[in-house]
């Protein structure tokens, strides 16, 4: 420690001050430089640098300002696009369903006419199957009753009893009303 | 050197003061008022610093700024921004002044923190000749804003009658100590610091303590970098303070 003490003793022996803070004879030269330099730095500063940024910032801000107002024009303006286009799609969606019960409709008639067409004729058609049915069954009563009369007669005539046409006639008569 | 002897501490050289020696930077001669000593050297070179950040940095006038011109751009605003809330609008005409000593200081600082540089806001002639600039240049704008008004600083309308004489004497006792608290915060600051971290750096000379030596430095110099840079804000912010006082002395 002691040998420290010395030795920073010595040591401050060379500076010949213990602070070179405090040796007043460079006091001069740092007071002159200083001043030489802080005018330096402001006039580099005011004259140059200084506006230079401002300049700067301030149009940068102005950029940023504009490019917002850029934004949200553009903004504005999809936002009428897509309201157009909603429209435009809602328009073509109340198109599309008119077209479509349009379609409904014409169908439909179509499809009535034509069953109504086929209803008639269906109705003409068993209209006229009826009256055949009918002649042919009226047709078949008449046979039947040829038939048993010819049939009654043969069978009378094969006993050996002679019978009237007329009264044969009657006894089948009554016999098919039964 | 001292390994030789195992941590005697015989062999130490001990000279934490020897890096704030003002030499003439040519020759041995005596040191004049205009000899180019180490002080003109790094009083140079933070020129060239603020010049290289704040003009050639911002040449490109960038829209989209470059790594410097933001750098720039940061602390125009951080300097701007600062004289704007502490002193008011009206302060604004000073900003160039500020902006100087903040510039100035900020690069001599970190300057001064290279290995075997000089810093030259170390020396009390340095720093007490821009305070004693701030405290006559405030003093007069005072006087020349407000007239006889300035002294409305001392004189507290807010204390009672009584106390205000007493208050007075104290204010004004105070506002003469500003520049040699403002000058002194700022040497003393970074002279302590360069002076630990010089006698830190003699003792890495001994094997058995050297890597806690390093570490210790390696820690002081963190801490000093923060130091250099709140200095340089505090010696601004005051001459902000200072400033607002001489243009609005109502309080």
Known sequence: ???????????????????????????????????????????????????????????????????????????????????????????????AGRITAAAKAEMQAEVDAAIERADAEIASKAAESEARIDEIRKGAAEAVRDVARSAASDVVAAFGVKVEGAAIDAAVAAQMKG | MATETHGEEGGLAFHPMDQFIVKPLFGDGPVGIVTITNVTFWMALAVLCVVALLVLGTRGRALVPTRTQSIAELAYGFVYRMVEDVVGKDGLRYFPYIMTLFMFIVFSNFLGLLPLSFTTTSHIAVTAVMAIVVFVTVTVIGFVKNGAGFFGLFWIQAAPLVLRPILAIIEVISYFVRPVSHSIRL?????????????????????????????????????????????????????????????????
Not at chain 2, 202 to 231: G, K, R, W
Not at chain 2, 242 to 248: C, E, F
């Open chain 2, 187 to 251: 040497a003393g600051n970074m002279m302590a610091g360069h002076a630990v971290i010089k006698v830190f750096a003699t003792f890495a000379a001994i094997v058995a303590i050297s890597p806690l030596s390093v570490l210790a430095i390696t820690a002081i110099y963190a801490l000093e970098t923060l130091v250099s840079f709140i200095q340089a804000y505090v010696f601004a912010i005051l001459t902000c303070v200072y400033l607002r006082d001489a243009l609005h002395p109502q309080h």
């Open chain 1, 1 to 95: 420690m002691a040998t420290e003490a010395t030795d920073a003793a010595s040591g401050a022996a060379e500076s010949s001050v213990g602070m070179p803070q405090l040796d007043f004879s460079t006091f001069p030269n740092q007071v002159f430089w200083l001043v030489v330099t802080l005018v330096v730095i402001y006039l580099v500063l005011s004259r140059v640098a200084l506006p230079r940024i401002a300049e700067v910032l301030a149009a940068r801000q102005g950029a940023i300002t504009s490019d917002i107002a850029t934004a949200e024009e553009l903004k504005q303006k999809a936002a009428n696009a897509e309201e157009a286009y909603e429209s435009a799609l809602a328009e073509a969606r109340a198109e």
